[in-house]
């Protein structure tokens, strides 16, 4: 989509990953790229160089902080500067969150995560309506060799079977841990855009049906703290992946985000994230309360 002397816009707290594809990948091959505060249009078009800007990459929610960007409000900053707006919804999933109805023209799942459901799959999928950027994205598919085996797109399919009923636990076991962690003596901060206090709450309750089965929180004692807690849990897994049945824990600073160390995109070192399961509730919360002890 980018060619030598183009220019994207990217979240100022991107997934590692993507953080390392503009800044490892493409910038070598040089297309730039502009860390901005994707909560705010304002900050986003004024990150637009005009003329050179042909991407503007978002996530919402974002990885692993969890800000909500207003797909509606970026699809017009982005579309009245001539790019593109892409949405990575890997978070939200189809079934909380449809960019495209809010004037997304490509939107980026892993297909791992959520859509798959059982963390068995590795695999990604594009999404788009305009017939010509669907053209041009199937031939860079296939010219560069990304398709999915036969098996990873059959498990993917059987998935999606039960992607709203595994989404509704996902949020509800969230909602409810939620409510523990904003109490516990150990946490100092929880970002989840259900909770009334977050600062996209409202952006949230337009675009999404749910707030999604992804929380993060910050806890006393810094990052020591922080890597004792992820190595205690027995029911949560310490894994970097996400949106499987199963419950899991990680230290981004360490793990996911490791990449984005001393860059604008650096997350704060006492940071926990969960991708919360559909276990038993009470077996989720019991394992929390005794590794945050």
Not at 203 to 229: L, T, W
């Amino acid at each position: 989509m980018c060619r030598p002397g183009d220019h994207a816009v990217i979240p100022n707290d991107a997934y590692g990953g993507t953080y390392r594809l503009f800044s490892k990948v493409a910038g070598p091959w040089g297309v730039d790229h502009t860390p901005a505060d994707v909560t705010d249009p304002a900050a986003v078009a004024a990150a637009i160089i005009p003329g050179r800007t042909k991407l503007v990459w978002i996530e919402t929610p974002t990885n692993p902080l969890l800000n909500i960007a207003d797909i509606a409000a970026l699809a017009g900053v982005a579309h009245a500067a001539g790019a593109l707006l892409v949405v990575d919804s890997t978070f939200a999933s189809p079934y909380l969150q449809q960019p495209i109805a809010l004037g997304a023209d490509i939107v980026v799942h892993s297909t791992t995560k959520y859509l798959g459901g059982h963390s068995d799959v590795i695999g990604g999928a594009l999404v788009a309506t305009d017939a010509a950027l669907v053209q041009q994205l199937r031939f860079h598919q296939n010219a560069m060799g990304a398709i999915a085996g036969p098996f990873d797109s059959w498990l993917v399919l059987r998935g999606i079977k039960t992607l709203g009923v595994r989404m509704d636990r996902h949020c509800a076991n969230a909602r409810a841990i939620v409510d523990v962690l904003i109490n516990h003596p150990s946490v100092v901060q929880v970002m989840w855009p259900g909770l009334a206090m977050h600062p996209g709450h409202e952006v949230a309750k337009r675009q999404m049906r749910d707030f999604g089965g992804m929380i993060s929180f910050r806890v006393s004692g810094g990052e020591e703290h922080a890597v004792a807690v992820c190595g205690r849990t027995k029911v949560f897994t310490l894994g970097e992946s996400l949106g499987g049945v199963e419950s899991l824990i990680e230290h981004p600073g360490r793990m996911t985000h490791a990449s984005a160390a001393g860059s604008p995109l650096e997350v704060p070192s006492d940071l926990i994230r969960l991708s919360v399961g559909i276990e038993t509730l009470e077996d989720l919360v019991a394992d929390l309360e005794q590794a945050l002890a």
